[in-house]
């Protein structure tokens, strides 16, 4: 199986602040990553996929890269609504698999 | 707009069956795409459970594929997921989610509410 690990693991930022998580895969994935963002009591919401494209409706300040290996989400200025869980998940191989989550907190 | 929905029984006891359906609307399950289930447990991250496709191919998660059967019914656009002899170690929320395709790009692009099934006696 191929694991997702995301640093980190949970982390503390203010309104306005750039945030950057990243996610590893254990061997390469190419660019089948996707993104989601998960409120408490909530199914999570797509975000990214194929790495760095938006979904529809996604706003722009959400932002993917990467490939092979190595892959970051970026929130470019954090707001109320964006604290949440945060996972990472490929495609590429079954089974498919997730990453741990990063918890985004309000410092 | 694509909507999923699951049901099923909150509480199953041990050794039991846990059967869950779920009803999908606005979108022709007989279309591109692949439908899945994901479970959580409590306080915990994702993890995958297995997909089917609209031809009825499956792919399960090996972790659980001796006790998973997850079929499709495209003509009343439902599917089902079965979980046989559960433990309280199957104790999740339970979500339906579609695997729609983009440019080859197959991922989770909608998803149901969740619902939470609790394995005990």
């Known amino acids: 199986d191929i694991q997702m690990t995301q640093s980190p693991s949970s982390l503390s930022a203010s309104v306005g602040d750039r945030v950057t998580i990243t996610c590893r895969a254990s061997q390469g994935i190419s660019n089948y990553l996707a993104w989601f963002q998960q409120k408490p009591g909530k199914a999570p919401k797509s975000l990214i996929y194929a790495a760095s494209s938006l979904q529809s409706g996604v706003p722009s300040k959400f932002s993917g890269s990467g490939s092979g290996t190595d892959f970051t989400l970026t929130i470019s200025s954090l707001q109320p609504e964006d604290f949440a869980t945060y996972y990472c998940?490929?495609?590429?191989?079954?089974?498919?698999?997730f990453g741990g989550g990063t918890k985004v907190e309000i410092k | 707009q694509v909507q999923l929905q699951e049901s099923g029984p909150g509480l199953v006891k041990p050794s039991e069956t846990l059967t869950l359906t779920c009803a999908v609307s606005?979108?022709?399950?007989?279309?591109?795409?692949?439908w899945s289930w994901i479970r959580q447990p409590p306080g915990k991250g994702l993890e995958w459970i297995g997909s089917?496709?609209?031809?009825?191919?499956?792919y399960y998660n090996p972790s659980l594929k001796s006790r998973v059967t997850i079929s499709v019914d495209t003509s009343n656009n439902h599917f089902s997921l079965k979980l046989s002899s559960v433990t309280a170690a199957d104790t999740a929320v339970y979500y339906c989610?579609?695997?729609?395709?983009?440019?080859?790009?197959?991922?989770?692009?909608?998803w149901g509410q969740g619902t939470q099934v609790t394995v005990s006696s």
């Open positions: 606005g979108y022709s399950m007989s279309s591109d795409s692949y």
């Open positions: 989610a579609r695997r729609g395709g983009y440019e080859g790009h197959y991922f989770f692009d909608y």
């Open positions: 089917i496709y609209h031809s009825g191919s499956t």
């Open positions: 998940q490929q495609y590429n191989f079954y089974p498919l698999t």
